[in-house]
């Protein structure tokens, strides 16, 4: 079905899926916050630095230890891990496999970034070796997400060239085959379980045009799904969080570079209790 | 001959070379917006964020697709692909083989960054092999190019310690040599095929404080040869783009980590007809 | 003994252990200026860029030579050297025991930064290996230290669960036995040879939510320790330096991205006689 389509599941789940509220979002951040989780990620060449920057900043400890011969070691000590596809190469998928079956073995919560899914025939058999290990999350754009659903064949290299609303369907069509939440990030992100959805609004497109914003939001779904069992609004909290950041970041900035530093400062100066007092 | 030298080639280039006009600079950076080229980029370790920022904030669309086994796939589909030589390794190496090998059976221009070219025997040995493979474009400082030319030994690790004025003489002849374009960049900037040369004035020293504004720079030049086959121009835009912001960035900054920022806001904010009416 | 004992070494070190005074923190920093030695990084792969930046706003020129097949050559003609165990594998630790050798062989001085030292045996074991070579200098966060000095067992991951006034002893005593300058940092930092010690004070908390300003304070170790002999106080000067302009940062940022750009700008003003001024 296409997403114009006009009374399908995809428009349903966009119109009815509720909001993630204010007073559920103000606990999980309460809750980063008293813990600080450790976060044991396994990310991309490109964005390390700016993925423990906003772990640091959002609240949590970041951790990246790569080497096969101690990530499984690692991965157990970890409160979350993550496990970001973009510059896979044999040596580093070795170290992600041991951590993600660590992270199961401890029964810890393990997030999957598929960056570019559905672009290359290569990485897209690497994805699928981790989507059936079950990950406790899958968090990408629309493209990424729909090329996993079986819906189509990529973006434009590691960006989206679908809106997320879009992808809505496919992402609980994934979700249920696959057994992860999965997060869907974009104009709006919709975190679903298959059954249940949650819809996150706000942000602004300026976060397109600084790097990492999105791997590292995938850190912070594993910070939260760290500190909460529920990690469906877990999910959604880091999502909520960053689109504040993001709205607070465009107040304050002026183009990608500014807008980088400010979306770090808000992450770390927003309080739980700013979920609440905007509802 | 030596720069100094008061009637040679190379001071009739510094002297003659016609700077880049306005107008073609601003339907480059027209052609760019409009097509947000996807570059690849097989970059050195320390400087992939900030290259990937500065592509996006420029307006185009960076990927970095690293291991050998997808490289060569992935710049069969990119606009345009960067091999930078900073932090050379074998596998890495083979990526980039496959890469720049890609790239020229798909007619796709590749852009050659031969980072401390001249400071090391091993590093100069891989230098030479990419030369050979004909780059569509060479970009590098004076100490660099001067090395490729044959003239001298190289600068101080990654630093030039030559000015660009006397790297004219160099680039020209490394150009006719290499069949490639060669851009030297410095406190000038010039771009020659060997025949014809264009020099770009203006940006700020401050750049040199803040790392990879060099190598992002060899980005965008692979960026902007994906939009137009006029290379010495797209080139001499980039260059040009770069400088605009420096100056931009220098005017809203106290030092190197603000500079940082701006770079990347003045990249953004930078629209066409700022080249011409500048004129 | 723990450092909550009254009368022990401990107290009797932080206590009278004497200030780096502001007339060798002066000279210190004249001398990168004036010299601005290559420093050539092995670091990990989380803090490349902000250790190139932090080396570059200080005054130092930094170069990051990684390849096992270059790196001992390079670290031959680099004035200091930096050994960062930060996201160790095997191919990069043959780089990093040839740059050691070959600074030792050079007499030039090289700095360990044994991260998350106590948390990881494998990693423990690398760290023995480097630290039995007799760093000129090793510098590490007190979990670290501690745990280099046999007295506990590390930190949570890379960030440290102790104070630096509790390492003190154990600093002192890994320098007796390593024969190495240890420089152990945290709200006070310490620069002990296990004979002398001096203590620097200041600095701002918020640096500790920005990824690699720990790291890259080592690299500034080395570059000081390229310029001067009396090792203690050069140290003792990088510590002084990065303190300072986190003080910079924290008047003139609102969180820890701000702060980043802040005291990248703070390291680049500062200047020689705002040591002696301040006292």
């Not at 909001?19 to 813990?35: I, K, P, Q, Y």
């Not at 045009?209 to 069992?229: E, H, N, R, Y």
Request: glycine share 10%.
């Amino acid at each position: 079905m296409k997403p114009s389509e006009p009374f399908g599941l995809g428009l349903f789940s966009k119109m009815t899926a509720p909001l993630l509220s204010g007073v559920d979002a103000a606990r999980h951040l309460e809750l980063l916050r008293t813990a600080r989780p450790l976060v044991h990620c396994l990310t991309n060449e490109v964005v390390q630095e700016i993925t423990a920057n906003v772990l640091l900043a959002a609240g949590a400890s970041p951790a990246m230890v790569v080497a096969e011969e101690e990530a499984g070691f690692f991965a157990g000590i970890a409160g979350g891990v993550l496990i970001n596809i973009g510059t896979p190469y044999p040596s580093r998928l070795r170290a992600m496999h041991a951590s993600a079956d660590a992270a199961r073995a401890a029964g810890r919560p393990w997030v999957l970034d598929p960056v570019a899914a559905g672009g290359i025939p290569w990485r897209d058999g690497i994805i699928r070796e981790f989507v059936e290990k079950q990950p406790t999350v899958i968090r990408g754009n629309a493209s990424e997400i729909l090329a996993l659903a079986g819906e189509k064949s990529g973006g434009k290299g590691v960006d989206s060239t679908d809106s997320s609303d879009a992808a809505v369907e496919g992402a609980m069509r994934l979700a249920g085959s696959s057994g992860s939440i999965v997060v869907v990030t974009g104009e709006t992100d919709y975190v679903t379980d298959g059954v249940r959805t949650l819809r996150v609004t706000g942000g602004d497109p300026m976060a397109t045009l600084v790097v990492g914003t999105g791997c590292s939001l995938s850190a912070l779904v594993a910070a939260f799904c760290a500190v909460s069992d529920d990690r469906l609004t877990a999910s959604a909290t880091a999502c909520a969080l960053a689109k504040k950041a993001a709205e607070a970041a465009r107040r304050r900035s002026e183009g990608p570079g500014s807008f980088h530093n400010a979306y770090l400062d808000g992450l770390h100066l927003i309080k739980p209790a700013d979920f609440t007092s905007a509802e």
